[in-house]
């Protein structure tokens, strides 16, 4: 009987002890794991075994950076192609008095010539791509805008020919930028778009991030001489093959010369228009100097592809930028022979008035 009782008492402990556990959990005594707490794994073992951010249970913010720096920079615009090879029996590349060079393919992106062409050094008025391309991408080229720019108020440059209160269009600034490398012009789109320089500056360093290139850092929006004021020729290829990709950015390098008709009229005249007469196919894109970055040019040409030829720091980089766009065209297999355009060769010894014309107009 003793026996008995001590049985039946054992067992409604039990069920009270069952009872209470039960409780505990419906009150929240025992809650259930947390996506926060749920796993214990060392960092390297979810590196090493990668769930998808969907399911993840781990925090976003435990991923650690070198992961997301492994990660491949997306060429824009997108590869269309391979990079050419080079063809059979190609010529050596020609000699250039560049520091710093190189020939790109806009189809694939890929390098057929390179010389230093990742050295950050001062590109000059270079800059004034990356500035006509954040003026393009923003968009509403036709605005008009009131200028608290005076031209006359910088020393040994070349200018659009601002003056406060003037009046005109983004797209005459644009213009104003390309054609003349007015420095002012620069400043005033700047202020325009962004609503002043250190803005406006932000959006270019922004423009190079998403193209994925290393090598720039930009402090102004003209290219004027600059502590810390620096990209390569490889980056001044890619800036320039994004914004071909414009119709805009191209109808503008494209032009031989503009008319701002806003508050005032202004003549205004591309600076390397004598060079894209004897390229065959040459459509721009910029040239610049200033003393620490010497003579700077970024040249394009489309023959059934396009190429791109930068040159920085060239005494010579009219002749060499056109002698460098040849050799990429003639010397690599496009899968249709070899392009038969020419450049038109001007006199060994630079006298031509289209070389002279180029060069006199300094940036």
């Known amino acids: 009987m003793r026996t008995l009782l001590i049985g039946l008492l054992a067992a409604a402990l039990l069920v009270t002890a069952s009872r209470m556990t039960q409780a505990q959990r419906t ?36 991923a650690p950076a070198a992961v997301a720096q492994t990660a491949p920079a997306v060429l824009v615009p997108p590869a269309t192609t391979e990079a050419p090879a080079r063809r059979a029996g190609a010529e050596l590349p020609p000699f250039t008095t560049a520091k710093e060079a190189v020939v790109l393919d806009e189809a694939s992106g890929g390098i057929l010539y390179a010389k230093d062409a990742h050295a950050p050094v001062p590109p000059a008025s270079l800059t004034k791509i990356a500035t006509a391309i954040i003026a393009i991408e923003h968009g509403d080229l036709d605005r008009v805008v009131t200028v608290d720019v005076d031209s006359r108020t910088f ?4 200018l659009m020919g601002l003056r406060p209160g003037d009046r005109f269009t983004v797209r005459d600034l644009v213009y104003g930028l390309m054609l003349p490398s007015g420095n002012d012009a620069a400043v005033a789109i700047g202020r325009a778009v962004s609503g002043n320089d250190a803005a406006f500056v932000a959006e270019m360093n922004a423009l190079v991030a998403r193209l994925g290139i290393h090598d720039t850092h930009f402090m102004n929006a003209h290219g004027l001489d600059e502590p810390g004021h620096v990209s390569s020729a490889y980056d001044m290829a890619m800036l320039s093959r994004y914004g071909m990709a414009m119709r805009e950015f191209r109808t503008i390098v494209d032009a031989a010369s ?18 894209l007469k004897w390229v065959p196919g040459a459509s721009g894109v910029k040239s610049g100097f200033t003393d620490a970055a010497g003579r700077t040019l970024v040249l394009t040409a489309d023959r059934w592809t396009r190429l791109y030829a930068v040159v920085m720091n060239d005494p010579q980089r009219e002749t060499d930028g056109a002698k460098l766009m040849e050799w990429g065209f003639a010397n690599h297999d496009w899968g249709r022979g070899t392009p038969r355009a020419i450049v038109a060769q001007p006199p060994a010894d630079g006298g031509s008035d289209v070389i002279r014309a180029a060069r006199a107009g300094g940036n």
């Open 155 to 158: 020393v040994d440059s070349t």
């Open 258 to 275: 503009y008319t701002a008709r806003g508050s005032r009229t202004i003549e205004m005249t591309s600076l390397i228009s004598g060079l």
């Open 27 to 62: 009150a929240g005594g025992d809650p259930e794991p947390s996506a926060s707490t749920v796993s214990t794994r060392p960092l390297a073992a979810s590196v090493a075994s990668p769930v998808s951010p969907a399911t993840s249970t781990a925090p976003l913010t435990t």
